[in-house]
């Protein structure tokens, strides 16, 4: 038996061209400061938020119903 494939989606593009840019950003601004290093460390940080906010955005748990929850959305 075989595992059916995931293929590429276009969701996927959009967070791909973001997480793009914001490392391209990164390395910009970690050459402004002179820091390379602490350019790629914030772009790295950012673009966790930016998986995050995306994957909220795009509505992947709309309907789910935690009555434990306390409301702490992104």
Do not use: C
Request: net charge positive.
């Amino acid at each position: 038996m075989t595992t059916p494939r995931k293929r590429w989606t276009r969701g996927h593009s959009g967070w791909a061209f973001g997480t793009v840019l914001i490392f391209t950003l990164g390395i910009v601004f970690g050459m402004i400061w002179g820091q390379l290093l602490v350019g790629l460390f914030l772009a790295f940080a950012v673009s966790i938020g930016w998986l995050i906010a995306y994957e909220s955005w795009r509505g992947r748990s709309v309907g789910i119903d935690n009555r434990d929850d306390n409301g702490a959305q992104l």
